[in-house]
């Protein structure tokens, strides 16, 4: 890969007040672009216009940027949950609306997206704390909020009769289908986007609602 088109001219010694956030910037485009494996920190160094020591002085190696940045994505998408949470959910359209915010920020943040969801896995592995992921804060502000909000429709006979953990996944593994595809195949002739992104959640919301 060569990003020597894109390189930014050196900084002048003492302008690195923004520094970290532009060195985080730079990954992230260049990650999107060209995958975890294929980015070195000379290249990511390259692209912000100094040096890879003046980059190390702030992140010792690729895996704690790319660390910062999942942990930032996962914060990110907590928030847009955190900011929608509109109270118990009573009806189809109230499990719809929460299930959009998931789907949203995947679309309005696909770079942020990629960094969580669609990572290669091994290198994810090495960001990650050796811990059980089902139990890190991430997954704890993201999925966990899915899954205890399903879990708590299905206390209240509001669901089919899955298991929570079960039903939360396949909830889960449908959205991120749409939203994954929707990133990777923009080529594809989808259908107009609103009305495939509201077909989606009138699916997901008939199959987990309980019939009257």
Not at 196 to 207: E, W
Request: hydrophobic content about 40%; overall charge neutral; some cysteine.
């Amino acid at each position: 890969m060569n990003t020597s088109g894109s390189r930014s001219p050196r900084k002048a010694k003492g302008q690195g007040a923004e520094r970290r956030e532009e060195i985080l910037a730079a990954a992230l485009k260049l990650f999107t672009e060209f995958g975890l494996y294929a980015v070195s920190t000379r290249q990511i160094a390259q692209a912000v216009g100094i040096s890879q020591p003046t980059l190390y002085a702030y992140f010792p190696t690729k895996d704690d940027i790319g660390r910062e940045l999942h942990g930032r994505a996962f914060a990110l998408l907590a928030q847009s949950l955190a900011d929608g949470d509109r109270g118990p959910i009573v009806s189809p359209e109230c499990l719809m609306e929460m299930l959009r915010i998931y789907i949203d920020f995947g679309l309005q943040h696909p770079e942020m997206y990629q960094i969580a969801f669609m990572s290669e896995s091994a290198q994810v592995k090495a960001w990650l704390k050796p811990q059980d992921v089902t139990l890190s804060p991430e997954t704890q502000s993201t999925y966990g909020v899915l899954h205890r909000e399903l879990a708590d429709l299905q206390a209240r006979g509001l669901t089919v009769d899955i298991d929570p953990s079960a039903l939360t996944q396949s909830v889960w593994s449908s959205m991120h289908g749409l939203v994954s595809l929707l990133i990777a195949k923009p080529g594809f002739p989808w259908v107009e986007r609103e009305l495939l992104i509201s077909s989606h959640l009138q699916l997901m919301a008939r199959g987990v609602w309980k019939a009257a």
